[in-house]
């Protein structure tokens, strides 16, 4: 595969793409690339004040996007499930689906609202159960892709699997890298077993590389009352080293060309081109971690990720 490819968005008119996390960071740039090609865009988030104010700033420059807000926790099973719900009761085919929404490095450990690591729970599980959920509305569209953002802290993950929740001792990085990596993990399992099963369905994978988004903010200081030190250091690096950091727009364009350019595979994992996948825009495939590449671990993940949700996905043939 082409070693520098071009995130080149076609006409959308017709189609429905949802995005998870999209009044902020990624998402926002996200859905306002969608929205200005002509997709209907369901912008899947937890707060309805911060989504409008999110449609007014897109309509400035895309005065007639189709913007929906459908409300989504990821760290709640029966959140995910309602909006699973609402989105079947309308019926309509989803052409893209891309989990994007996170929560990075908490400094303590926190859980979901059914008990799981805060990370885990919310960045893979809460994003599996989803994509089970609306499975019947991506199977009834012509072409659709699902698109998971993972993070270049994959590489240093590892799952975990005789202490998924970090129980028994916790550390913020490992946890995202574990999270990240089990996001990865997904849309190449996900796309194994849509090959398998004749699903029509192109899953892949894609990271941002180093983006300013909040959740170098949001993360690092959940639960404090003042900024945390990564969060203090994350901020420092924006204004003396910029040249390490891109800018919203460029840090979605791997996740923009797996979503709707044409020769985005499945199963493929795509960063920004720049040395070591941190920076310098555009877009190439991404270096995919040995331990992602274990089928069997893969399949230990779906089997466990399916019982703790208790979402089931159709049996591979």
Not at 127 to 134: I, N, P, R, S
Request: proline share 6%.
């Amino acid at each position: 595969m082409a070693n520098d490819l071009v995130a080149t968005v076609p006409d959308l008119s017709g189609k429905l793409a949802v995005v998870t996390g999209s009044n902020s960071g990624l998402g926002f740039g996200l859905a306002k690339r969608l929205a200005a090609g002509g997709a209907d865009v369901v912008m899947a988030i937890r707060n309805q004040n911060k989504g409008e104010a999110a449609i007014a700033e897109i309509r400035k420059s895309v005065p007639d996007a189709r913007l929906t807000i459908k409300p989504l926790d990821l760290s709640s099973l029966a959140s995910v499930k309602t909006l699973g719900a609402q989105l079947n009761a309308d019926g309509r085919p989803i052409d893209i689906l891309i989990n994007n929404a996170g929560v990075m490095t908490p400094p303590e450990r926190d859980t979901t609202a059914d008990g799981f690591e805060l990370q885990f729970g919310s960045n893979h599980l809460g994003h599996f159960a989803l994509t089970a959920h609306v499975l019947p509305l991506l199977r009834g569209a012509q072409s659709p892709r699902v698109v998971s953002l993972s993070s270049i802290a994959a590489r240093r993950g590892r799952i975990h699997f005789d202490d998924l929740q970090f129980e028994k001792s916790y550390a913020s990085m490992a946890a995202y890298g574990q999270s990240k990596l089990a996001t990865l993990m997904f849309a190449r399992e996900l796309d194994r077993r849509s090959r398998q099963g004749g699903w029509n369905i192109v899953s892949n994978a894609a990271h941002p590389g180093l983006t300013k988004t909040n959740l170098q903010i949001s993360g690092p200081s959940h639960g404090r009352d003042k900024p945390a030190l990564m969060q203090r250091l994350y901020t420092t690096s924006w204004k003396y080293a910029p040249f390490l950091w891109q800018e919203i727009d460029e840090g979605i364009l791997p996740a923009l060309y797996a979503a709707v350019t044409p020769g985005a595979e499945g199963g493929a994992f795509y960063g920004p081109r720049g040395f070591a996948e941190a920076a310098g825009g555009g877009v190439k495939e991404a270096k995919v971690p040995k331990r992602a590449t274990s089928a069997e671990d893969c399949k230990r993940l779906w089997e466990i990720s399916e019982r703790l949700t208790g979402v089931s996905y159709p049996a591979p043939n």
